[in-house]
């Protein structure tokens, strides 16, 4: 008689218990939260003891969405174009960099802009290689960042934000970029300067210049020579130089540049002043 009145109490106890987790992630759903339940109850053969006494209690651990993202990803944002020359759809981009010496999975992740505007568009499949950068064209993510300003953000996969950078009203033509002390605007040209024809020269470019910085100019003026070709190519034997009554020429390193790769020459390097 008393296994049968404890088995209608467990019974009764277990049903109403059920009845509650049920309703629980009936109203879990409804607020379009994802709930995974997980059970676990003491063996019912332990209470058929003779030495019995006491309640019989039923545990419930409930495990909540929780990211599958580290946020410390080693990545940040480097440069921005939010209003190139002329048309802007499609030509706006943005460049994250790997600062790690690993190779980086952005699986998980996604690339939005202010809350509310456009829909994160999913990083899936792409990686970084050590220290490598990505290029994201707004043809390809969709995502237009505004003119009058914006944000730039990095979310996990529950669309939680791991870092954001806000970008203040941009000037056509001009890039947002990284600096040591945090970003700033920087103009820059945009058009490809082919350099004169001898060795690689239909493969090279003049494909950036930083002639006026906003730091120590000695140091901090760069000049960017990108490989625009489709093989590898070798600096070593050309020479870099500015207007014929300028700069001494300066002799190019043994670089190497991957097809649609590049390398930056420094000032303090090259000894070459932009004139501003």
């Known amino acids: 008689m008393l296994r049968f009145i404890i ?51 039923f545990y419930f651990y409930l495990a909540l969405p929780i990211s599958l993202v580290n946020a410390a990803v080693p990545i940040e944002l480097i440069e921005a174009l939010p209003d ?10 943005i460049i994250l960099k790997n600062t790690d010496k690993s190779e980086v999975d952005l699986s998980g992740l996604y690339l939005d802009d202010k809350k509310g505007e456009s829909s994160p568009y999913s990083l899936g499949g792409y990686t970084i290689p050590p220290l490598g950068e990505l290029f994201l064209s707004s043809e390809e993510t969709g995502i237009s960042i505004n003119n009058t300003g914006d944000e730039i ?16 009203s941009s000037v056509e033509g001009a890039k947002y970029i990284l600096t040591k002390d945090g970003y700033a605007w920087n103009y820059q040209y945009e058009d490809f300067v082919a350099l004169p024809r001898q060795n690689y020269a239909d493969n090279i470019a003049i494909t950036e210049i930083m002639p006026n ?14 490989n625009i070709g489709q093989e590898t190519i070798n600096l070593s034997g050309l020479m870099l130089d500015d207007s014929e009554d300028g700069s001494s020429p300066y002799e190019l390193p043994n670089i190497e540049i991957k097809p649609g790769g590049y390398t930056v020459i420094y000032r303090s390097d090259s000894k070459i002043a932009l004139n501003n």
């Open 84 to 93: 190139p020359e002329g048309i802007d759809q499609g030509s706006e981009y």
């Open 153 to 168: 953000r990095i979310l996990d996969n529950l669309f939680e934000e791991i870092f954001s950078v806000e970008i203040s």
């Open 213 to 226: 910085p906003e730091e120590d100019e000695s140091s901090n003026e760069w000049i960017e020579i990108a």
């Open 7 to 57: 088995a209608s109490l467990i019974e009764t106890n277990r049903n109403k218990m059920t009845q509650r987790l049920a309703l629980f992630c009936h109203r879990a759903r409804h607020q379009k939260r994802r709930i995974a339940g997980l059970f676990k109850a003491f063996d019912n053969a332990a209470i058929w003891r003779k030495s019995f006494s006491g309640l019989v209690s």
